[in-house]
C-alpha cells in the first residue's frame, strides 16, 4: 500500500536548539514521572526491590480509602487501639488502649505524622490482625500489578519481607492521586496536632510541602536500612510531576534531592501542541474506489511533552493496517502514525479517513481490471 506522507513534524520544533537533558542523582534508586502522559522522564534502579520504609503507608492507605468506597469504613467511625498498635514505636500518634479514634484522624495521622500505631489500628479493623492486613496488602498489590511488592506489615517497620521497587511507588501514588482525588487533599497538610499529644511532632516531614513549588503530596520514609527517600508531587502550570527517591544519606540530601528532581522535571520539559482536531496528515491510496486517494487525519488535538530544548527533530511514522478498499466512511480509522520523542517514548495516534469514498461502478472496475490483466501479460512476455 503506498502511503503519502506529508507530515513533517520536526519542522514544527525546528527553532528549538539543545544539549542533552539527562541528569544524575545520588539517590540509591529513583523514578520521574510526568503525571498527564506518564512519560518517564528519569529512572534509576526503577525495578530494584528495595525496603521502602514508611512510603509504604502509601498502600495502606490505598487499602484504607478503597475501604471508605466501598463502605467498608466511614470517616466519622471510631476504631479501637490494641495493645499491638500502641506497642509500636518510631513515628506515632501516641495511642494508648484506652482511645477510640475516628477514620479521619487516623488517616491524617499516618500521613501528616507518620503513626506507626495508626496503621496498625486501621490494618486490625480491616483485617482482624496486622499480619493477614500486611497479606491482603501483597495479594492487592499484585492484582494491581505492582509485582515488586510484597509487605510484612502495615507501616514499613524494617522487615526482610518489606520491598518496594521505585516503579511501584511512582504507580501507586499516581493511583492515590487519580483514582482518589476526594482523600488527597489530606497530603498537602503540613501539621496535625493530634490531642495536642506530641508538640514536637506535629509537622508533615515532606521537605517538598515547604518550598512554595506547587507541591501537595505525598509520603517521605526513612529507617537505617532504607536511608532517607519520598514520593512526592507538585502541580505548575497545570502540569503535574510525580518523583520517586530513596537511599540519601540525610534528612538535607533528600530535600535537596527532591527540590532538584521537581525543579528539572518542570523547566527541562514542555508541553507542546503537535497536532490539531482534522489536520491532514496524509493520503493513501484507494482501491477500487471513485477516488483514488483519501485524505488521512487525526481525530483530536494531540499535545506530548517533549525536551525544552531539542537537537533531533522527532520522528512520525505513518503505516496502514491493511489494504484499504472502497467503499470507506469519514471517520473511518486507516492507520496509526507512530511518533517517536527522542529518548523519551513513543506515541501511536489512530489516523482517520477524512472524507467518504464510494466503490467505483461496474465499468469503472471492468476497465481497472482490464488494464491490470494487460499489465500481467505484458510482464510475463518482457
Known sequence: MKLHLILSIGLLLANLISPAYGLETKARAAMVVDYRTGTVLLEKNADQSLPPASMSKLMTLNMVFEALEDGRLTLDEELPVSEHAMSYGGS????????RVKVEDLIRGVIVLSGNDACAVLAEALAGSEPEFARAMTARAQQLGMTQSTFANSNGWPHPNQRMSSRDLVFLATRLIRVFPQYYGYFAETEFAFDNRSPANHNNRNPLLKLGIGADGLKTGHTA??????????????????????GLESEADRAREAEKLVNWAFRQFVEKKILE??????????WLGQERTVGLEVASDLTLLVPASIGAVLKAELT????????????????????????????????LASASVEKSGFLSRLRLSAAILTKSILDVVN
Not at 92 to 99: E, I, K, P, W
Not at 231 to 246: E, F
Open 92 to 99: 506515632t500518634m501516641f495511642l494508648n488502649t484506652r482511645d
Open 225 to 246: 536500612e532504607a536511608g532517607y527517600g519520598v514520593v512526592g508531587s507538585a502541580v505548575k502550570n497545570g502540569r503535574r510531576v510525580v518523583v520517586m527517591i530513596t
Open 277 to 286: 482536531t482534522g489536520e491532514k496528515v496524509g493520503t493513501a491510496d484507494i
Open 320 to 351: 496502514l493496517t491493511e489494504p484499504i478498499q472502497a467503499p470507506v466512511e469519514k471517520g473511518q480509522q486507516l492507520g496509526v502514525l507512530k511518533i517517536t520523542i527522542p529518548d523519551l517514548n513513543v506515541v501511536e495516534v489512530p489516523v
